[in-house]
């Protein structure tokens, strides 16, 4: 079992940076898949972005591809969101996720955490 804790949500204008982090208990991520998915007010939750066990792959959204960079720090058990030109139709819940290796580009997670809210102003 593993537990995710997602922080440094906020409000923010448009076209500034948020950086997103999830820390995990309960065993090491290093071999799990980590994504992140959002959900705004009324409409259901879609993926954000994704990184393999293996680090160097990656997969994102055609809506943040260009503006958000994930990463994860293994030795931290930490995943991050690097969110940079944020617009207003980024303004959503923002969910850790993890998944038992598999295709990162139809991530279906095992592991949620509770979520972080993101608000950009216009």
């Known amino acids: 079992q593993v537990q995710l804790v997602e922080s440094g949500g906020g409000l923010v204008q448009a076209g500034g940076s948020l950086k997103l982090s999830c820390a995990a208990s309960?065993?090491?991520?290093?071999?799990?898949?980590m994504g992140w998915f959002r959900q705004a007010p009324g409409k259901g939750r879609e993926f954000v972005a994704a990184i393999a066990w293996s680090i160097f792959s990656t997969y994102y959204s055609d809506s943040v591809k260009g503006r958000f960079t994930i990463s994860r720090d293994n030795a931290k058990n930490t995943v991050y969101l690097q969110m940079n030109s944020l617009k207003p139709e980024d303004t959503a819940v923002y969910y850790c996720s993890a998944q038992k290796p598999a295709n990162i580009r139809t991530m279906d997670p095992d592991y949620w955490g509770q979520g972080t809210q993101v608000t950009v102003s216009s």
């Open positions: 309960g065993r090491t991520i290093s071999s799990l898949d």
